[in-house]
């Protein structure tokens, strides 16, 4: 892309509709108003970014649309959402949900920030002026946010340069598409929904039968779930949920079990337009597109107490990590997860059986939304099919920071041990949003007896995240060998930082600001009883107030809670996840 003289720039695309927009100026050089009417964040990135910075024009991916990329108005979106690039095939110009895999962003960053391309191209623009900051920071949120073309996402407009207030829309991510069918499967969700301002997590069941659609091959047998039980073997493993979602747990239910039968149901269409319509579990487009037949998505947590619409075993367990019913399919923290093992490693799931959808979401807006998730699993061929695949899910102390004392912090820890010739393959954690800190350390390490007494190592942890939302996944290549006899030498340990308003005392637990979410009721928590109630502001902070306002003097309220183990956002988890596989020594 040839250097663009930027008055020239302004005058030919700023002039008229997008002066405004792109924040030209006028004769006499004052800043021109910048009042964006735009109904989508994806307009003011193509007025802003593509058309402003020149890659429209025709020796660009104008006309002679260089790489076949083509960033028209017209064509740029179909050209860009989950398209593979010309350069490496196997990443996408843009991959909703993770800038990572977008090579868009990539080469963008490359410009803004002049990271290294390694090898897949030339930043962008290219010889042009690269994005500022907050535009790069746009395009960041927008792909968080899933990509969408007609909604406005929270902070773009303002970031692209706009001035006033906007309204932004739930995210919504755009749809994964389904494998070839001699390639994978693809399980669908249906979309629940959610009320604007509120939060949720919810349970529900569908049904799959892959019999007849998984070629011979790629069938295997199963007798762990049961006598003459054939399942299918994947590597791959790709989940694409909206990014209204805090997490995603999914599993199946292996037992063999009627779902017509007296156990299940009822069975209603979830989402789309035949939503709460009855429907035959399993059957072909019984519901129609973007809809799912499930049973009711009703409040749950961890699916617990779901016996209603589903035979008494289906439960997991509790919070503790499951039931020996149900096996691991996918779940993620975030919008977009890809896991590919390395070659040799694969796990396997029955040809039919029911999933379990655990979905916990919350939504900002002040729009309604609904949850949608897809999961693909791309077949393994015999010549991949060594070590079996192993879900990390420590959850036994999930709310084992019992009580955090209004503007105080806690620190856990816990330890866990791999079996012997286990193999390493990924971390990661959950918290809510008051855990500040979630560190691990990799073997060796003394196993603690649960949490009392377990303190953190002095050493730097191999394992760091900060992120409640978005937290860190560690991948290890080749993955780390814990093969010793020592169980020491096969234990991590992991502690986690809970901040309950120590370091800002405005981000206290607060009675008036508990969640809007029937989880509460479900579990009879969130919030506090008056009695534990200590002041926020005023000449008594953190005294104790019973309810009582006046006890706080001028200016402070009494609204400061303890921290809790708890199921929303308000209170706390701490869950260590990752993966591993099993890897004997040869005979």
């Known amino acids: 892309m040839p250097k663009l003289n930027l008055a020239f720039l302004t005058f030919t695309v700023c002039s008229a509709t997008f002066l405004a927009a792109c924040g030209g100026t ?42 076949g990329l083509d960033l028209r108005a017209d064509a740029s979106f179909d050209s860009l959402v989950r398209i593979p690039s010309s ?32 090898g897949l191209g030339q930043p962008m623009p290219s010889g042009g002026e690269p994005l500022s900051a907050d535009q790069l920071q746009a395009m960041l949120h927008w792909i968080r ?55 949720d997590e919810v349970c529900f069941a569908s049904y799959y039968d892959f019999t007849e659609q998984v070629p ?74 973007r809809s799912q037949c499930t049973t009711p998505a009703v409040t749950s947590v961890a699916c617990t107490g779901y016996e209603a619409y589903a035979p008494d075993d289906f439960g997991r367990g509790g919070l503790g990590g ?27 799931l029955p040809l039919r059986g029911f999933v379990s959808w655990n979905s916990h979401g919350f939504n900002l807006t002040k729009h309604a939304t609904s949850i949608e998730q897809w999961v693909n699993l791309t077949f393994a061929p015999e010549e991949d099919r060594n070590w079996l695949r192993h879900q990390i899910f420590e959850a036994d102390h999930i709310f084992a920071m019992t009580e955090v004392e ?17 193999q390493l393959l990924s971390l990661s954690s959950h918290m809510h949003q008051r855990g500040e800190l979630f560190r691990i350390w990799l073997p060796p390490n003394t196993p603690c007896q649960g949490t009392n007494g377990c303190l953190p190592p002095s050493s730097a942890p191999d394992y760091k995240s900060q992120l409640y939302d978005d937290p860190l996944y560690t991948y290890y290549d080749p993955p780390n060998d814990y093969s010793s006899a020592s169980i020491a030498d096969r234990t991590l340990k992991a502690c986690a930082v809970y901040d309950n308003g120590a370091d800002n005392p405005l981000e206290v637990k607060r009675e008036s600001t508990k969640p809007n979410t029937p989880a509460c009721a479900f579990l009879a928590s969130c919030g506090c009883a008056a009695a534990d109630r200590v002041c926020l502001g005023g000449e008594n902070e953190g005294t104790g107030c019973g309810g009582d306002d006046s006890v706080c003097g001028e200016g402070g309220i009494c609204d400061a809670c303890p921290l809790l183990g708890g199921v929303t956002t308000d209170d706390e988890m701490f869950i260590a996840l990752g993966s591993y596989f099993v890897k004997p020594p040869s005979p």
Not at 26 to 34: E, L, T
Not at 325 to 341: F, W
Request: charged share 20%; aromatic share 8%.
């Open 145 to 199: 946010a899933g990509a969408p073309s007609d909604t406005i996402v929270d902070q773009t407009l303002e970031l692209l340069g706009c001035d006033g207030t906007f309204d932004p829309q739930p995210n919504k991510i755009n749809p994964l598409p389904p494998p070839a069918a001699n390639e994978g499967v693809q399980f669908y969700a249906g979309g629940w929904d959610l009320d604007a301002e509120a939060e």
């Open 26 to 67: 006028d004769s006499d050089g004052s800043s021109a108003p910048k009042d964006c009417n735009y109904a989508s964040t994806y307009d003011a990135i193509q007025a802003t970014v593509f058309e402003a910075k020149g890659c429209t024009a025709s020796s660009c991916h104008g006309d002679q649309m260089q790489g």
């Open 322 to 348: 499951g039931a020996s019913t149900q096996v691991p399919l996918s779940g993620a923290q975030e919008s977009s997860s890809i896991d590919l093992p390395p070659e040799g490693v694969y796990s396997v």
């Open 87 to 118: 350069i490496e095939p196997s990443i996408e110009r843009v991959h909703p949900g993770d800038q990572d895999l977008s090579l868009l962003y990539r080469k963008l960053a490359a410009g803004t920030e002049g990271t290294d391309l390694g």
């Open 216 to 289: 011979p091959e790629f069938q295997v047998d199963c007798e762990q779930f049961g006598a003459g039980r054939k399942c299918f073997a994947f590597r791959r493993n790709e989940l694409a949920q909206d990014s209204q979602s805090h997490h995603s747990i999914i599993n199946v239910y292996t037992p063999e079990s009627d779902p017509n039968g007296g156990d299940w149901g009822p069975w209603t269409c979830l989402g789309g337009e035949k939503a709460g319509q009855s429907c035959i579990p399993g059957a072909t487009n019984d519901c129609g597109p």
């Open 406 to 422: 209004p503007f105080k912090k806690r620190e856990v820890c816990m330890t866990w041990t791999l079996p012997q010739y286990s």
